[in-house]
């Protein structure tokens, strides 16, 4: 993993998608929710936001919501857009899927920020090629499932994967 981790400071992860209304919520609500029960919550800063604007300040879709409610999870992160700083800022930025990571890379500006940028999918342990969490917006509620699914099993190795790379410094 490119990403450094400094000694004695929050690592920061930021998830983004489109809207930040769906996807990325409910990463950021469910990685959340993995740090804290396996004690890790002063060692992390977890965020989310969208690559557009439409939704700006609002509460995640409310099938969203209730899907993760169903899980006990409660998303209270209202969604807002990424900026250029925040690729300074976070040590980590997780695209929801392939285009999330295309807009991502355009806003970089630096070789630094570049690296910061990584699919999220490429840490789940059933892709099986697959790069994108589908989006969910226009479709059922099994879409909203199947997104919990994926960032769930995939926060559990996010979290393994970043907490070995702390390990080796
Ligand atoms: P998200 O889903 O990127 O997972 O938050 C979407 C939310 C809103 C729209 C598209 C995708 N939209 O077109 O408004």
Aim: contains cysteine; negative net charge; proline residues 2%.
């Amino acid at each position: 993993m490119a990403t450094m981790i400094k000694e004695n400071k929050k690592f920061k992860v930021i998830f983004v998608c489109l809207g930040n209304i769906c996807r990325s919520p409910v990463a950021h609500g469910v990685f959340e929710d993995i740090v804290n029960k396996a004690g890790f919550s002063n060692d992390f800063e977890i965020d989310s936001a969208g690559t557009a604007a439409y939704h700006q300040g609002e509460m995640a879709d409310r099938r969203m919501r209730e899907t993760a409610r169903g899980h006990n999870i409660e998303i209270t992160h209202l969604a807002r857009k990424i900026k250029k700083e925040d690729l300074d800022y976070f040590d980590m930025v997780l695209a929801m899927d392939s285009q999330n990571l295309f807009d991502l890379q355009s806003l970089a500006q630096n070789k630094e920020q570049l690296e910061k940028i990584i699919l999220f999918r490429t840490y789940d342990p059933l892709a099986n090629g697959q790069e994108d969490v589908p989006d969910p917006y226009y479709g059922g509620s099994e879409g909203f499932e199947n997104v919990y699914y994926i960032v769930s099993r995939t926060g559990k190795i996010l979290l393994d994967k970043i907490n070995e790379n702390k390990a080796l410094r």
